[in-house]
């Protein structure tokens, strides 16, 4: 049996459904963190990929939300995206959605934009797509996909990104938050995401994934690039360069991964190379409970980010009396680990120099014996890559 066969005999318990509607199903989302969407050129480059997205798939988008109106309209009484960018000056700020169906159910096609503005400080700009499942398997479809996943990464220069199997519901995806942990918690292999993710962003990658993009920026914090790929290489870790970073590739074909199963071996290792530039100070990934329904809190977000590093991490034994706080006890001893020396306890490592300035939200990384130290980034206001720099990290909790 084929992948893409075991994923679709499957479809009867990752699909949910309410008045008979797929409200949440599994499809395919990629997704790039990029800077500059202040800025013309890039606001440019990205109706570019959004326009090359519709080339594909546009047949196949019935409606739009109109962010000026609030409203949802047909995708033929839409504005055209780039006769919106034109009228808009640096402190406007993109929003796009665009899909299939309706707003109430599934949305096997999708394509979505936010972009910062110029007044922001260290908010990073995003775009999303979402294609169904067999587009990861059908090689024709999946050429297809990677064209684009290429084209997304030159245009916008990403500071990361990722591309595999994925939770995806309605419009209003936070209605079925707490369907996104029931599945979350049955199946390792599929990517939770939403809007929440920007916040921290700028920190770094919240998850490898089938494909995990690393910009150059970013690769920054291990040594550049080329000290990455001679990483990877060593491994025996396929990878893909391209001019703006590199695509990190998780296999043929995307996996699944049923909780209780083994994490297959590539996955493990791409955990471990990248888990230095991994955000260790994740928010929730859900909003708060309305009627006691379980959704992702700070702890149970935090766990699931690190369900590669260690086994049993993820799911909990039980989601019953959970603090609030993010896992961790309180160091036996003070450990300093400076960049560019190996970890020699499993741990959440923060900044001092951040951490000084604001304990809650400062600079964090999670690290397993032998993981190496990285540097600390030195960006502008909109990610513009100044420096690389070597500090002392210090062992804020014990995992």
Same mark, same amino acid.
């Given at each position: 049996?084929?992948?893409?066969?075991?994923?679709?005999?499957?479809?009867?318990?990752?699909?949910?459904?309410?008045?008979?509607?797929?409200?949440?199903?599994?499809?395919?989302?990629?997704?790039?963190?990029?800077?500059?969407?202040?800025?013309?050129?890039?606001?440019?480059?990205?109706?570019?990929?959004?326009?090359?997205?519709?080339?594909?798939?546009?047949?196949?988008?019935?409606?739009?939300?109109?962010?000026?109106?609030?409203?949802?309209?047909?995708?033929?009484?839409?504005?055209?995206?780039?006769?919106?960018?034109?009228?808009?000056?640096?402190?406007?700020?993109?929003? /796009?959605?665009?899909?299939? +169906?309706?707003?109430?159910?599934?949305?096997?096609?999708? *394509? &979505? %934009? =936010? !972009?910062?503005?110029?007044?922001?400080?260290?908010?990073?700009?995003?775009?999303?797509?979402?294609?169904?499942?067999?587009?990861?398997?059908?090689?024709?479809?999946?050429?297809?996909?990677?064209?684009?996943?290429?084209?997304?990464?030159?245009?916008?220069?990403?500071?990361?990104?990722?591309?595999?199997?994925?939770?995806?519901?309605?419009?209003?995806?936070?209605?079925?938050?707490?369907?996104?942990?029931?599945?979350?918690?049955?199946?390792?292999?599929?990517?939770?995401?939403?809007?929440?993710?920007?916040?921290?962003?700028?920190?770094?990658?919240?998850?490898?994934? /089938?494909?995990?993009?690393? +910009?150059?920026?970013?690769?920054?914090?291990?040594?550049? *690039? &080329? %000290? =990455? !790929?001679?990483?990877?290489?060593?491994?025996?870790?396929?990878?893909?360069?391209?001019?703006?970073?590199?695509?990190?590739?998780?296999?043929?074909?995307?996996?699944?991964?049923?909780?209780?199963?083994?994490?297959?071996?590539?996955?493990?290792?791409?955990?471990?190379?990248?888990?230095?530039?991994?955000?260790?100070?994740?928010?929730?990934?859900?909003?708060?409970?309305?009627?006691?329904?379980?959704?992702?809190?700070?702890?149970?977000?935090?766990?699931?980010?690190?369900?590669?590093?260690?086994?049993?991490?993820?799911?909990?034994?039980?989601?019953?009396?959970?603090?609030?706080?993010?896992?961790?006890?309180?160091?036996?001893?003070?450990?300093?680990?400076?960049?560019?020396?190996?970890?020699?306890?499993?741990?959440?490592?923060?900044?001092?120099?951040?951490?000084?300035?604001?304990?809650?939200?400062?600079?964090?990384?999670?690290?397993?014996?032998?993981?190496?130290?990285?540097?600390?980034?030195?960006?502008?206001?909109?990610?513009?890559?100044?420096?690389?720099?070597?500090?002392?990290?210090?062992?804020?909790?014990?995992?």
């Amino acid at each position: 049996m084929t992948a893409f066969a075991s994923l679709e005999d499957l479809d009867f318990d990752y699909q949910y459904i309410e008045d008979e509607r797929v409200v949440m199903t599994v499809g395919v989302r990629a997704t790039f963190y990029f800077w500059g969407g202040h800025k013309a050129a890039t606001r440019s480059a990205l109706v570019e990929c959004i326009e090359a997205y519709e080339r594909l798939y546009g047949a196949e988008l019935d409606w739009a939300f109109n962010a000026d109106r609030g409203t949802i309209v047909a995708i033929g009484a839409m504005t055209p995206l780039h006769s919106l960018v034109q009228a808009m000056d640096e402190d406007d700020q993109v929003e /796009w959605f665009a899909a299939s +169906g309706d707003s109430e159910t599934a949305t096997e096609y999708h *394509i &979505s %934009a =936010l !972009t910062e503005r110029g007044w922001q400080n260290g908010q990073v700009s995003v775009v999303s797509f979402v294609v169904p499942r067999e587009h990861a398997y059908v090689p024709e479809k999946r050429g297809a996909l990677f064209k684009l996943l290429d084209l997304f990464a030159d245009r916008l220069a990403p500071f990361h990104g990722h591309a595999g199997l994925a939770a995806v519901s309605t419009y209003e995806q936070y209605l079925y938050q707490s369907d996104e942990i029931d599945l979350a918690s049955r199946y390792l292999g599929v990517f939770i995401e939403d809007i929440f993710h920007s916040n921290w962003a700028q920190t770094g990658f919240t998850s490898i994934d /089938w494909r995990t993009f690393v +910009g150059n920026t970013l690769a920054e914090r291990v040594g550049g *690039i &080329s %000290a =990455l !790929t001679d990483q990877l290489r060593a491994a025996g870790i396929a990878f893909s360069s391209v001019p703006s970073g590199v695509f990190i590739n998780a296999g043929d074909d995307p996996e699944i991964v049923p909780v209780g199963s083994e994490v297959p071996r590539t996955l493990a290792i791409i955990n471990a190379i990248l888990r230095p530039l991994r955000s260790g100070n994740v928010g929730s990934m859900g909003f708060g409970s309305i009627d006691g329904e379980r959704r992702f809190d700070r702890y149970t977000s935090d766990l699931w980010v690190r369900r590669y590093d260690v086994p049993g991490v993820w799911p909990p034994a039980t989601f019953i009396g959970l603090p609030r706080a993010p896992a961790g006890a309180a160091p036996r001893k003070r450990v300093r680990l400076e960049t560019g020396h190996a970890c020699s306890i499993h741990g959440r490592y923060s900044d001092t120099a951040s951490r000084a300035a604001d304990a809650d939200d400062a600079l964090q990384l999670v690290l397993l014996p032998g993981d190496i130290a990285p540097y600390v980034l030195k960006l502008g206001l909109h990610g513009e890559y100044l420096s690389r720099e070597a500090i002392t990290w210090e062992l804020v909790a014990e995992l």
